[in-house]
């Protein structure tokens, strides 16, 4: 399973460190990243971490803001977010193999609330 703590309510400009702890599988072995979902907006892919060598893809919209940080040996995942802005609030999930770095989303997280005031 994976489980992902940090959210909260952050003014904008500031940042939040998202931590996602997977269990009962070896996080090495799939790609890993980020997604969020605001409502009444689509579900949106941030950013992921390829198994084979660590490679990292972003969206467009958190390009340079937002790095997602493997950590193989903690079987862990962060998600550090800087300079937010309030388009940013949603619900983040983390999830094995997203696309581009795996076939898909497989395995999601109960997902934790951020909220960025303005």
């Known amino acids: 399973q994976l489980v992902e703590s940090g959210g909260g309510l952050v003014q904008a400009g500031g940042s939040l460190r998202l931590t996602c702890v997977a269990s009962?599988?070896?996080?090495?072995?799939?790609?890993i990243g980020w997604i969020r979902q605001a409502p009444a907006k689509p579900r949106e892919g941030l950013g992921c971490?390829?198994?084979?060598?660590?490679?990292?893809y972003y969206a467009d919209s958190v390009e340079g803001r937002f790095t997602v940080i493997r950590d193989n040996e903690k079987n862990t995942v962060y998600l550090q977010m800087n300079n937010l802005k309030p388009g940013d609030s949603a619900t983040y999930y983390c999830?094995?193999?997203?696309?581009?770095?795996?076939?898909?989303?497989?395995?999601w997280g109960q997902g934790t609330q951020v909220i960025v005031s303005p």
């Open positions: 971490s390829r198994s084979s060598d660590g490679r990292t």
């Open positions: 009962g599988f070896t996080l090495g072995h799939y790609g």
């Open positions: 999830v094995t193999d997203p696309q581009p770095c795996g076939h898909g989303a497989d395995l």
